[in-house]
């Protein structure tokens, strides 16, 4: 059961700045760090952003991490169409004592 | 190479068992948590179990709690979920990932997966 909510949809053309927003609780987002996953088709998760706002080597840094109070955001500038893809927020929730993970929001490249 | 890679998956009836394992390597394996994440068909990620390092913290979804058992072999290098009494919404695609703790800590290698698929 999904807990923290993201839109379905996010689109842009290319080089433009698409942000997706994750929105939680006082016991997830609210105390602990977010991380962003994104899924290509067909393809296993792939680690994007963990600790709120830290790339790990290799992720592009058009790719960036934000969190203020229980919501966080992802954003990507400089759109790409290798970016088309869905993408997951995650967060340990101290209530349930157990990750959530968010709706996941598909993003298209015009 | 820095790898896992699940296998076990398959097709099972309802109230079946399977279990499904997770070879690592590349990397210290006893040195990191370990974590079973499913996806159920058009759906999105959902956090099934986690395991720490010695084996000293386990945590479950709700969905899983007393039907399905995490556990890790060190000596082998290996994780395995252990899943009894499988119901029809236990059907997904089921990943291990690691992380260097729980909690505050990413999961930054994922395997492929396993298919599941609990039918009569």
């Known amino acids: 059961q999904s807990v923290l909510t993201q839109p379905p949809s996010a689109s842009g053309t290319p080089g433009q700045r698409v942000t997706i927003s994750c929105s939680g609780s006082?016991?997830?987002?609210?105390?602990?760090?977010v991380n962003w996953y994104q899924q290509l088709p067909g393809t296993a998760p792939k680690l994007l952003i963990y600790?709120?706002?830290q790339r790990p080597s290799g992720v592009p840094d058009r790719f960036s991490g934000s969190k203020s109070g229980t919501s966080a955001s992802l954003a990507i500038s400089g759109l790409q169409s290798e970016d088309e893809a869905d993408y997951c927020c995650a967060a340990w929730d101290d209530s349930l004592k157990g990750y959530v993970f968010g709706t996941g929001t598909k993003v298209t490249v015009l | 190479e820095v790898q896992l890679v699940e296998s076990g998956g398959g097709l099972v009836k309802p109230g079946g068992s399977l279990r499904l394992s997770c070879p690592a390597s590349?990397?210290?394996?006893?040195?990191?948590?370990m974590h079973w994440v499913r996806q159920a068909p058009g759906e999105g990620l959902e956090w099934v179990s986690s395991?720490?390092?010695?084996?000293?913290?386990?945590y479950y979804a709700d969905s899983v709690k007393g039907r399905f058992t995490i556990s890790r072999d060190d000596a082998k290098n290996s994780l395995y979920l252990t899943m009894n009494s499988l119901r029809d919404e236990d059907t997904a695609v089921y990943y291990c990932?690691?992380?260097?703790?729980?909690?505050?800590?990413?999961?930054?290698?994922w395997g492929q997966g396993t298919t599941v698929t609990v039918s009569s």
């Open positions: 990932a690691r992380s260097q703790g729980i909690g505050n800590y990413g999961m930054d290698v």
């Open positions: 395991i720490s390092y010695y084996s000293t913290y386990i």
């Open positions: 590349g990397f210290t394996f006893s040195s990191y948590c």
């Open positions: 006082s016991s997830n987002i609210g105390v602990n760090t």
């Open positions: 600790n709120t706002n």
